[in-house]
């Protein structure tokens, strides 16, 4: 496979946080603990800005 396809590891890493914020701020919902979801919800705009990092750094590899 070529290098171009394939993902690097922070955008990898990004979409796995943003996976266990989801859970944990529906957890959170679902049991009406407040800060087990804002938990979740900071973990997951985390994950967010951990994917993008990693997707400008795959757009600056694939302009090389």
């Known amino acids: 496979q070529e ?3 394939m993902v690097n590891k922070d ?3 990004g ?6 914020g989801s859970v944990k701020e529906a957890a959170g919902k679902a049991t009406g603990n ?3 979801q804002a938990e ?5 705009v985390a994950g ?3 994917k993008a990092y990693g997707d400008v750094k ?7």
């Open 40 to 44: 979740g919800t900071a973990e997951k």
């Open 15 to 20: 979409v796995a946080k943003q996976v266990k």
């Open 34 to 36: 407040k800060r087990t």
């Open 58 to 64: 795959e757009n600056v590899k694939k302009a090389l």
């Open 11 to 13: 955008q990898v890493a």
């Open 3 to 5: 290098m171009r396809d």
């Open 48 to 50: 967010k800005v951990q």
